[in-house]
């Protein structure tokens, strides 16, 4: 399944409004969801195991290579269309497999077309050692043409080869319920830790 997002037309203002607005979906929501931070904490938990489950699903063999990773971040994004514009937001945990240790993460991204976006879209990161898993959650990370360009070209045959190297040390997966997505569009799309659920 494939998610077409041409964005060569769209202005670096129209991107950073449509970034904002995804934003906005998910402070709001969690703002007025009426939730304690307990609760938010727990659901961003359940959706993480919910999504972990997925992926084993419809590729068995990931199973084993997060167990080897460093650690795992897993995201599930909710979409909003306004007939040409397109914002995402969606929320995420990064969890270390040695030590246990959650971090709660935010996801956000824009785009213009016709048919954007993938209902329930999940992602889930591989970290091969602590130094890129800390500056993923410390400092965030950004899907650039250079990994969306490899996420397209991932072998379609094959679920290790599903899960794509975006960045030096960092693996993704990307699914749906309908299973593996892999010429899923990630440009543009920004991770970066949730303040509020790390207090």
């Known amino acids: 399944m494939e998610r077409v997002i041409p964005r060569s037309g769209l202005s670096a203002r129209s991107f950073l409004m449509l970034f904002w607005a995804a934003a906005a979906i998910i402070m709001f929501s969690g703002f007025w969801s009426g939730k304690t931070l307990e609760e938010k904490r727990a659901e961003r ?13 419809h590729a068995p063999e ?14 599930s994004n909710v979409g909003v269309n306004l007939v040409l514009l397109s914002a995402e937001g969606g929320t995420g945990v990064a969890h270390v497999n040695g030590s246990g240790m959650n971090t709660y993460m935010n996801m956000a991204s824009g785009g213009v077309g016709f048919g954007l976006g993938i209902k329930d879209f999940r992602a889930v990161f591989l970290f091969e050692n602590k130094e890129v898993f800390e500056r993923f959650v410390n400092e965030g990370w950004e899907a650039n043409a250079q990994a969306d360009a490899a996420a397209k070209l991932a072998d379609k045959g094959d679920a290790y080869g599903a899960a794509i190297t975006v960045a030096p040390g960092i693996r993704l997966y990307k699914l749906t319920q309908n299973g593996l997505a892999l010429q899923a569009t990630i440009q543009g799309t920004k991770y970066w830790k949730d303040n509020e659920l790390n207090k």
């Open 45 to 57: 938990l359940q959706t993480s195991n919910e999504t972990l489950q997925l992926l084993y699903k």
């Open 62 to 75: 990931a199973k084993e290579m997060i167990a080897k990773s460093y650690g795992y971040a897993a995201f």
